[in-house]
């Protein structure tokens, strides 16, 4: 064991974005209430930052994670501001504020006024070839079907094929909806992921009614714009690496400790706190713990301490997921790249979920004469796309990129980087799940959860959870460290 500390000591076991956050926030609150604390952060990999990751290479700037944050939610740019980073933010470019959508192996705008998966105009949904004529009048449907009464969750699927019909769903719903999931809409809980679609119908009795309710107030805002709104969109003009570095820089450097596994949690024995077991050491003791961590991982590191909740936590599913980098000439790209990226439906049975035009999507990704493309692949959907090599795994990108912008020749550059189990997945049922699993921890004293798995998958969303785990972590140490 190592040795016993006075001082009130947070371990915090996973060095991602959540735990960088945790960690950052527990010392400036220890800080300004002037309480003494010791805050450890434990990291299995070589490197901080979880699936953030940015590489630079020239003049080109590469994600191979997540390349910005929604500053819709507050979380973000509430922590960017006080880190003093709101002078390196920068929002999408404002030429070409337009998605795509497969069909047929065209690439066809996302329909005017169109939000995620309903229709905000009529004329946007009649003059899309995006869906059939068919599949136009069974959404429209939507206006004379009863209201859902039963509060129960349902699953995406089961919601839009209710209102707006089968074609809403394999068109447009599932490569919008659960593409941001990379979910299996079949199971994607409603009630988790698009809680205002539900409220919409409560309060509409139809979502298209809604929408167009909706539209008409914001109709300046959304002038010129389909899809995604793009401009709730900011990433960092050095990357989203940005952010990792800069909540690094303000943590003590002895309070990181890189390639450092953790195998399991125990409590101590008198019950005061914990032990944590570290491959090759004594084990550390801990006033309380944080576990920022994908839930099935937190979940093998309580197998022995707390069966139940190490249960509930492996019981919440993952997907994975993979991104390829492309760097090509702009002469040998043949679409005009006028827009963000484009989305696949899965019933197009390519190998792609998505494409980002990132050149596009952000100034100064690239050189002037060049392209920068960031292709997706696998998710709840095709995780046989991630059982094949990095290999072929590329070589299906190039055959559907090609395919579908008219790309010619090899790229200049091309990389890949896979995210095994990095998505959670809100199946049906996911609230009810959370709170049991917020139950059990309560007769878990000193040990706190944080990370995307519970209240949204987003980076602002895991930045709330981190900071919300750091108060209540800090609330529990005792009384005479004040």
């Given at each position: 064991?190592?040795?016993?500390?006075?001082?009130?000591?947070?371990?915090?076991?996973?060095?991602?974005?959540?735990?960088?956050?945790?960690?950052?926030?527990?010392?400036?609150?220890?800080?300004?209430?002037?309480?003494?604390?010791?805050?450890?952060?434990?990291?299995?990999?070589?490197?901080?930052?979880?699936v953030?990751?940015t590489?630079?290479?020239?003049?080109?700037?590469?994600?191979?994670?997540?390349?910005?944050?929604?500053?819709?939610?507050?979380?973000?740019?509430?922590?960017?501001?006080?880190?003093?980073?709101?002078?390196?933010?920068?929002?999408?470019?404002?030429?070409?504020?337009?998605?795509?959508?497969?069909?047929?192996?065209?690439?066809?705008?996302?329909?005017q006024?169109?939000?995620?998966?309903?229709?905000?105009?009529?004329?946007?949904?009649?003059?899309?070839?995006?869906?059939?004529?068919?599949?136009?009048?069974?959404?429209?449907?939507?206006?004379?079907?009863?209201?859902?009464?039963?509060?129960?969750?349902?699953?995406?699927?089961?919601?839009?094929?209710?209102?707006?019909?089968?074609?809403?769903?394999?068109r447009?719903?599932?490569?919008?909806?659960?593409?941001?999931?990379?979910?299996?809409?079949?199971?994607?809980?409603?009630?988790?992921?698009?809680?205002?679609?539900?409220?919409?119908?409560?309060?509409?009795?139809?979502?298209?009614?809604?929408?167009?309710?909706?539209?008409?107030q914001?109709a300046?805002?959304?002038?010129?714009?389909?899809?995604?709104?793009?401009?709730?969109?900011?990433?960092?003009?050095?990357?989203?690496?940005?952010l990792?570095?800069?909540?690094?820089?303000?943590?003590?450097?002895?309070?990181?400790?890189?390639?450092?596994?953790?195998?399991r949690?125990?409590?101590?024995?008198?019950?005061?706190?914990?032990l944590?077991?570290?491959?090759?050491?004594?084990?550390?003791?801990?006033?309380?713990?944080?576990?920022?961590?994908?839930?099935?991982?937190?979940?093998?590191?309580?197998?022995?301490?707390?069966?139940?909740?190490?249960?509930?936590?492996?019981?919440?599913a993952?997907?994975?997921?993979?991104?390829?980098?492309?760097?090509?000439?702009k002469d040998?790209?043949?679409?005009?790249?006028?827009?963000?990226?484009?989305?696949?439906?899965?019933?197009?049975?390519?190998?792609?979920?998505?494409?980002?035009?990132?050149?596009?999507?952000?100034?100064?990704?690239?050189?002037e004469?060049?392209?920068?493309?960031?292709?997706?692949?696998?998710?709840?959907?095709?995780?046989?796309?991630?059982?094949?090599?990095?290999?072929?795994?590329?070589?299906?990108?190039?055959?559907?990129l090609?395919?579908?912008?008219?790309?010619?020749?090899?790229?200049?550059?091309?990389?890949?980087?896979?995210?095994?189990?990095a998505?959670?997945?809100?199946?049906?049922?996911?609230?009810?799940?959370?709170?049991h699993?917020?139950?059990l921890?309560?007769?878990?004293?000193?040990?706190?959860?944080?990370?995307?798995?519970?209240?949204?998958v987003?980076?602002?969303?895991?930045?709330?959870?981190?900071?919300?785990?750091?108060?209540?972590?800090?609330?529990?140490?005792?009384?005479?460290?004040?």
């Amino acid at each position: 064991m190592d040795t016993v500390h006075t001082t009130p000591r947070v371990v915090v076991i996973g060095g991602g974005i959540t735990g960088l956050t945790t960690a950052y926030r527990l010392q400036r609150l220890a800080q300004a209430q002037s309480r003494p604390l010791e805050v450890l952060v434990l990291e299995a990999q070589d490197r901080l930052g979880g699936v953030i990751s940015t590489q630079q290479e020239d003049a080109l700037l590469m994600e191979q994670g997540p390349d910005c944050f929604l500053s819709a939610k507050p979380w973000g740019l509430q922590l960017c501001t006080e880190l003093g980073l709101t002078d390196r933010l920068i929002g999408t470019t404002t030429a070409h504020r337009q998605s795509f959508i497969v069909r047929a192996g065209r690439l066809l705008p996302v329909p005017q006024g169109f939000y995620l998966m309903a229709p905000g105009s009529w004329r946007g949904l009649l003059a899309t070839p995006v869906f059939s004529w068919r599949g136009k009048a069974r959404m429209a449907l939507d206006l004379l079907i009863p209201r859902r009464t039963a509060t129960t969750d349902e699953s995406l699927a089961q919601f839009v094929t209710r209102r707006l019909g089968r074609e809403a769903l394999e068109r447009m719903a599932q490569p919008m909806v659960g593409g941001i999931y990379t979910a299996d809409p079949r199971y994607l809980s409603m009630q988790a992921t698009m809680p205002q679609f539900l409220d919409m119908e409560r309060q509409y009795g139809s979502v298209i009614r809604a929408m167009f309710a909706r539209q008409r107030q914001a109709a300046t805002a959304a002038a010129g714009t389909s899809g995604p709104r793009y401009g709730m969109f900011v990433s960092f003009r050095q990357g989203m690496q940005t952010l990792v570095q800069t909540l690094t820089a303000h943590l003590p450097p002895a309070s990181v400790r890189l390639q450092t596994p953790v195998r399991r949690l125990q409590r101590r024995p008198d019950g005061s706190g914990w032990l944590v077991h570290v491959d090759g050491q004594p084990p550390l003791e801990a006033t309380a713990v944080c576990l920022s961590l994908p839930a099935p991982q937190a979940g093998q590191l309580l197998h022995d301490a707390q069966p139940a909740l190490s249960a509930a936590l492996q019981g919440i599913a993952y997907a994975s997921s993979a991104i390829v980098n492309l760097v090509y000439a702009k002469d040998q790209v043949a679409h005009p790249l006028n827009g963000m990226g484009f989305v696949v439906p899965a019933v197009e049975r390519r190998a792609l979920m998505a494409c980002s035009f990132s050149s596009v999507k952000f100034a100064a990704r690239a050189p002037e004469d060049q392209v920068l493309l960031r292709a997706f692949v696998g998710g709840a959907l095709q995780p046989e796309q991630l059982a094949q090599t990095d290999a072929a795994i590329q070589h299906a990108v190039l055959h559907d990129l090609q395919a579908l912008l008219g790309l010619t020749g090899p790229p200049r550059r091309m990389s890949l980087t896979r995210h095994p189990e990095a998505m959670p997945q809100y199946h049906v049922g996911h609230h009810e799940r959370v709170a049991h699993i917020t139950a059990l921890l309560r007769t878990c004293p000193g040990l706190h959860l944080a990370g995307n798995a519970y209240h949204g998958v987003g980076i602002p969303d895991c930045i709330h959870s981190a900071e919300t785990a750091a108060q209540a972590l800090l609330d529990v140490l005792p009384g005479d460290a004040v």
